[in-house]
């Protein structure tokens, strides 16, 4: 145990090192041949670009190859990626030495971005191209409607089935729908820059620090901004969105909920996100036999009640041009992969049977 994170610190300490064990361990199952340096630094004093001091515990990845793609499951309603690149640096955050009391555990990070869908850029594009100045929330739901079939067809499109996904429910109210089409094509690319993990009111939760990577991307996210900081304070519509997509309303949480005032994600569903699935593969029927992550969801039983939580992550390698992209191991290949706990909590290999 760090020095000064004993008692219910602890347990925030634990709840930042399982999101970060779960993420590389899941790539391990997923990707067994990978190959991947793991570091520790204690009390680091300089260097890493920052302050002296600011950093207690650093934890340095080095991956093979790079970038590394975590495509979430469709039926988390996300139209993101999350993203790790070659060098990946993840910290514990050192406490002001003024601070009496620990309320938070903050982990920082370098190298992992939660990108868009490669589409969502060009289909905005030719919306603006035709809407010009009418460029609204109604318009483009009005136009998303006319031309979705032509510029996002299931075969293909990732954006096109999670859009489906949350608006094909019975239950789904149509501005919900008018919503969820202007959000995700106004979506752009950010860097995570870090986590902080508090006690809150139910148990353990997290708020995310998020940057935009380019001028033009702080510009396009003031559309969304405003819109998801009420959104997210307005507690009958964070109540509706845990029915409809729980995953994406606690990402929600994460992203605004400090902006809001207030609480953040439940840790333990926000880190489902970062979490790799055991078992996915498309749906029977429908525009759903297009999609691969279909299945990849909790297992619940005929009255509704999870029986097996399960991870929303299915992790892509880079492909070079004109090669066909590699597949991570199937399912059940998955569940058998031997693995090596997460180096920041410094455990023995273990086996998962």
């Known amino acids: 145990m760090l020095r000064g994170y004993g008692g219910k610190q602890a347990e925030l300490w634990d709840a930042g090192c399982e999101l970060v064990q779960r993420m590389f361990l899941g790539l391990r199952r997923q990707h067994p041949t990978l190959g991947m340096k793991f570091e520790v630094e204690r009390d680091v004093q300089s260097g890493l670009g920052a302050p002296p001091d600011d950093r207690a515990l650093v934890l340095r990845v080095a991956l093979d190859v790079a970038p590394l793609r975590g495509e979430v499951a469709t039926r988390s309603r996300l139209s993101n990626d999350i993203v790790l690149q070659r060098d990946v640096c993840i910290w514990l955050i050192r406490p002001l030495a003024a601070a009496t009391e620990l309320k938070a ?9 939660f990108e868009t869908v ?9 919306a603006k191209k035709d809407l010009g100045a ?28 999670v859009i489906e996904s949350m608006n094909d429910m019975v239950v789904t109210p149509t501005w919900v729908k008018k919503d969820v089409v202007w959000l995700r094509l106004n979506s752009v690319t950010v860097r995570i820059a870090g986590l902080e993990f508090l006690h809150g009111s139910s148990g353990i939760t997290t708020y995310a620090d998020i940057t935009t990577m380019t001028e033009s991307d702080r510009v396009q996210t003031k559309l969304v901004d405003d819109i998801m900081r009420g959104k997210v304070a307005n507690a009958t519509e964070m109540a509706l969105g845990m029915k409809l997509a729980a995953s994406g309303t606690n990402l929600c949480r994460a992203w605004y909920g400090k902006q809001a005032g207030v609480e953040g ?86 086996h998962r049977t």
Not at 105 to 113: I, N, S
């Open 118 to 126: 490669s589409e969502i850029a060009s289909i905005r594009q030719h």
């Open 105 to 113: 555990v903050a982990l920082g990070f370098e190298g992992v971005t």
């Open 134 to 161: 009418d460029f609204n929330r109604e318009s483009l739901y009005s136009w998303w409607e006319r031309n979705k079939a032509k510029v996002a067809p299931f075969e293909s499109s990732k954006l096109r089935r």
């Open 265 to 350: 994600a439940c840790v333990w569903k926000f880190m489902k996100l970062f979490t790799a699935a055991e078992w996915w593969g498309p749906g029977s029927d429908g525009w759903h036999r297009f999609d691969h992550s279909w299945l990849a969801v909790d297992r619940k039983d005929r009255f509704g009640r999870v029986q097996a939580e399960h991870g929303r992550l299915i992790w892509h390698l880079p492909t070079p041009a004109g090669q066909v992209a590699e597949k991570p191991l199937s399912p059940v290949a998955c569940t058998d992969t031997a693995v090596s706990r997460c180096a920041c909590r410094r455990r023995h290999t273990s």
